[in-house]
């Protein structure tokens, strides 16, 4: 048996008990850390090249020291291993192979081994509280919780969660509110991450969330899911937008946000410092949505680009600065708010916009068929825009259109086909002419066209194409929507992100699969160049062996 330090039993279960509680961790952990701390300081007395270990009982308090050593024929490191001989007294029936335990004898810990002692101990509790916080905090993402502001450092707020700390850095904060220290504070749990320093609990009262979660406190038909947020989107401190759907049909969803006399919405407002909060009633038609988003302003008419993936709007001309708003917040707010991109334009430059696309086809119809000016504008009148859709559309619809024959179709058709053929000569020259290797031809999803496009992004050989990420290739151009600097001077455009040129294809529509399948078909040869390098491995040993041998 292995002989009990001398140490006040007593004392020390009723510092773990203490420690544990305190630090609300599991008592376990705490007598663990004791063990491992003493087991350290005996160390320190006996050698650290003794495997030494201690056992505290978590009941009585008894405390047991002892080394281990293995039982072997001839003994070569003294300190973990030991002779039959001397194993046959410290246990009898030893033998070889064995692992046998040699009680030491009771030490006093002294002030240097006491104090890395309680180093030990602190270091084991505080990351068992660490781990504690952690997986206290870890499944609480998105939710909201209140705290005391404990400092501000350098614009982030740090806020005492009671168990743990949260930070609330300073682009997750409402603009222009003031954090004074001791005073209590709302915020949304965005994300929770383990460190080496702690949990980090990242904070927001500027997120869309926060916004949702306030309402869903406030409006018990949402809490009860009777009431859903659709969609939400915010300018921090200043306005904000959601869109509200009842799964009631006797309930009225604005209403039941706004409440009684907006004491609802009143309250959320409070709370983000005067936001003004605009609640609009979702509809899953874009166009009903997006007329509703854009209010308090008059809509007139919406135009679905889904290519593009571009909405038009037009408004009056007296309701143009409404519809933009102060710095084109309205109309930046709803275009977060239906994810899409809104370009707002009057009727009268809605009308221009027409007849300029309306003469634009119109003569590129009269050139490429070489037709007169009069059926030109009659096929883009039905609704014809590109020379593809002359050349493949049914032939019923084409001879359907009044004043059209079945002869006349096909002549449409048949011209249609050769100025289709003749622009894709002239794009295969222009590619040859920029270097643009005959290999990326063969790719799939990309035309004479595009070819060029890559050319004259300096993308002439495969390996060019291979080394592109799917992005670079068919990402978009993003844009702002279009706003006035004042109500009188022209639309000003520019992009979400400076320098966000969207990938090099991005104006063709490509879909992420295309892209992916025209990325990997370039990379293929990376693969066939292998297969002849391993082939060639085997035959250049046996020519190395013939040589050899003769």
């Known amino acids: 048996m292995a002989s009990p330090i001398s140490a006040n039993r007593a004392e020390l279960l009723a510092i773990a008990n203490s420690v544990a509680n305190e630090k ?22 006996y050698g650290a090249e003794n495997d030494i270990r201690a056992k505290l009982d978590p009941n009585t308090g008894d405390l047991r020291l002892w080394r281990v050593v293995e039982v072997v024929e001839e003994v070569e490191d003294y300190f973990k291993q030991v002779s039959v001989e001397q194993a046959q007294k410290l246990q009898s029936g030893a033998v070889v192979g064995d692992y046998i335990v040699d009680p030491l004898p009771p030490v006093d810990l002294g002030r240097i081994d006491a104090q890395s002692a309680k180093q030990v101990i602190f270091q084991k509790v505080r990351d068992a509280e660490r781990e504690r916080q952690y997986e206290e905090f870890k499944d609480r993402a998105g939710e909201i919780i209140t705290g005391v502001i404990k400092s501000v450092e350098f614009g982030h707020v740090i806020v005492n969660l009671g168990r743990a700390e949260g930070i609330i850095r300073r682009d997750q904060q409402i603009p222009r509110e003031v954090a004074r220290v001791g005073e209590r504070v709302r915020a949304w749990i965005s994300k929770v991450e383990r460190s080496n320093r702690g949990p980090q609990i990242f904070l927001s009262r500027a997120h869309p969330e926060f916004m949702k979660k306030l309402f869903a406190q406030e409006v018990p038909e949402i809490y009860d899911g009777i009431i859903e947020i659709k969609a939400a989107a915010r300018d921090p401190g200043s306005r904000a937008k959601i869109g509200v759907i009842s ?46 988003a854009l209010q308090p302003a008059t809509v007139s008419r919406v ?5 593009e993936g571009r909405i038009e709007v037009v408004v009056p001309d007296d309701q143009l600065s409404l519809a933009i708003g102060r710095r084109g917040q309205n109309v930046r707010l709803a275009s977060q708010l239906t994810d899409s991109q809104i370009d707002i334009m009057t009727e009268a430059e809605s009308s221009e916009k027409r007849q300029k696309e309306f003469a ?8 490429e068929l070489d037709v007169d000016e009069t059926l030109a504008q009659l096929l883009v009148a039905e609704g014809f825009t590109e020379l593809e859709e002359v050349a493949y559309v049914e032939m019923d619809e084409l001879a359907g259109i009044e004043g059209f024959d079945e002869e006349l179709a096909q002549e449409l058709q048949s011209r249609a086909v050769e100025a289709l053929e003749r622009r894709e ?10 270097g643009v290797e005959d290999a990326l031809a063969d790719i799939p999803h990309l035309t ?20 592109l990420a799917t992005d670079e290739l068919i990402a978009k ?50 693969f066939e160049d292998e297969e002849p390098a391993e082939a060639a491995a085997p035959a250049a040993e046996e020519a190395a062996d013939a040589e050899s041998s003769q």
């Open 360 to 367: 634009e086809r119109s003569k590129m119809f009269e050139e």
């Open 303 to 307: 135009v679905l680009d889904e290519e």
């Open 24 to 45: 609300m961790i599991d008592k376990s952990i705490v007598i663990e850390a004791m063990e491992e701390a003493i087991q350290k300081s005996a160390r320190n007395r």
């Open 477 to 526: 151009k993003r844009e702002a929507p279009r706003r006035r600097n004042n109500t009188d001077g022209p639309p000003l455009k520019r992009n979400v992100r400076e320098g966000d040129k969207g990938g090099v294809l991005g104006e063709f529509g490509l879909s992420e699969e295309q892209g992916n399948e025209i990325i990997m078909a370039a990379r293929a040869h990376w």
């Open 247 to 292: 799964h009631d049909s006797s309930i009225d969803p604005v209403g039941a946000c706004v409440g009684m006399k907006g004491s609802r919405v009143q309250a959320v407002v409070q709370e983000l410092q005067g936001e003004k909060i605009d609640i609009i009633p979702w509809s899953e038609d874009t166009a009903t949505f997006i007329v509703n």
């Open 425 to 434: 000569s002239a794009y295969r020259e222009a590619r040859r002419e920029l």
């Open 448 to 467: 004479e066209e595009m070819l060029v496009v890559l050319g004259k992004g300096g993308i002439l050989t495969l390996d060019d194409l291979a080394d």
